[in-house]
């Protein structure tokens, strides 16, 4: 009986193991950058791989003020006015993300641009980069015709009457594009009141249809008490939300219930178009973080965070499937850790699938413990971390 008991027991930390395994890391973005020297902190990634190639395309914030996360040498904290000062910088690797072009690109120069995040349109042929101005929360995209080589100029994004979707997109993987054509985006809004128990947070989702309008509309309800919403279109042509839970969490204002469990937001869009309540899932823990899920092509799940319930650190891997009889609706592993030990900073993060079925995560960190002489703390790099499941 022993036996066999010890036997079941090492086959079953066997295919836990077996699950994914790290392939490499590899500093996409980092403070200190000579071919960037205006930008000593990159923070928010999102990355992309196009299909049927090898082609991936990160993005970031490129920032030069201090505050946030990044942490720059002589500089005073910013003032309000300096967090306005970002955009969006790109890097297009055309070997599955091994080696990457020789320097970061600004995509968006004609105004202030955050919380990138990109999808590829197979109907089109088109890399859809969306994110919004810091200076009036409205929503734009801007299109690749190239494959990530350029973008256009920036589009407003507007309801049929001809008014701006005025929201914060969320950051690295909040588009997707579903079986028909229609692109579908999360975006949240968050009203600073420190001290309201009202909700704070909330997040809504917007379709565009593959009717060659250029007109998006409300899809779905309001989820409240969530921000920073990240999509993904699951095999079977649901589409899966998952987001932050800041409500009531310090310092923000808003009720203590449902974020008081220290986890993430989930709801479920079926195919037909009607979405499901949210829920809230203490299986994974959540420190109050952007995390980025991603539909994979065998039907399964996979989830990145900083799985802890106080700390930015722990980045993990997770991989899941649906699964009714759980409370979330979906069963998820243990986790892979992806830094060298658990108490490494991590911080916001974004995942794709290559051809070959590795899982790339795209994620904040100092991974090597270096020095720079333009940023300290725990985000002055952004790291690619190449999973095989």
Not at 148 to 155: K, L
Not at 195 to 208: G, K
Not at 330 to 348: F, H, N, P, R, V
Not at 364 to 374: A, I, L, R, V, Y
Request: hydrophobic share 35%; proline share 6%; charged share 15%.
């Amino acid at each position: 009986m022993s036996i066999v008991f010890f036997a079941t027991i090492s086959l079953l930390i066997s295919s836990i193991l077996a699950i994914s395994t790290i392939s490499s890391n590899t500093v996409v973005f980092s403070s200190g950058d000579p071919s960037d020297p205006e930008s000593p902190c990159y923070r928010i990634p999102s990355i992309l791989s196009i299909p049927d190639t090898k082609i991936v395309i990160a993005f970031a914030e490129c920032r030069t003020w201090r505050g946030d996360g990044c942490y720059i040498h002589n500089l005073t904290n910013s003032s309000g006015s300096q967090y306005f000062n970002r955009t969006i910088c790109s890097r297009r690797s055309i070997d599955g993300g091994v080696s990457w072009g020789a320097s970061p690109t600004k995509v968006v120069t004609k105004m202030f641009a955050a919380n990138p995040s990109a999808t590829w349109n197979s109907k089109r042929k088109t890399v859809t980069l969306i994110y919004d101005n810091t200076l009036n929360s409205n929503i734009y995209t801007s299109t690749s015709h190239d494959m990530g080589q350029s973008f256009a100029d920036p589009v407003p994004v507007t309801f049929n009457n001809n008014s701006q979707i005025k929201a914060f997109a969320g950051p690295g993987n909040s588009i997707v594009v579903l079986p028909n054509g229609d692109m579908v985006f999360a975006a949240y809004w968050h009203v600073r009141n420190y001290t309201t128990l009202e909700p704070t947070f909330w997040s809504d989702v917007y379709i565009l249809k593959n009717d060659d309008s250029s007109s998006w509309e409300k899809d779905g309800p309001t989820f409240y008490h969530i921000g920073e919403p990240s999509l993904a279109l699951l095999t079977n042509g649901d589409v899966l939300l998952d987001a932050r839970c800041p409500d009531g969490r310090h310092p923000y204002g808003g009720p203590s219930f449902p974020c008081d469990c220290n986890c993430r937001g989930t709801a479920i869009r079926s195919s037909n178009g009607s979405w499901s309540e949210m829920v809230y899932d203490p299986s994974i823990p959540d420190p109050d973080v952007a995390g980025s899920v991603f539909g994979l092509s065998t039907g399964r799940i996979a989830f990145s965070n900083p799985s802890s319930t106080i700390h930015r650190e722990n980045m993990t891997l997770h991989i899941g499937k649906l699964d009714t009889s759980k409370k979330s609706g979906i069963a998820w592993d243990q986790g892979l850790l992806l830094g060298k030990s658990s108490t490494e900073a991590a911080g916001y993060s974004s995942i794709f699938e290559s051809q070959e079925g590795t899982i790339g995560i795209l994620w904040e960190s100092t991974f090597n413990n270096e020095t720079f002489p333009g940023c300290y703390g725990g985000y002055c790099q952004i790291v690619l971390t190449i999973v095989t499941p």
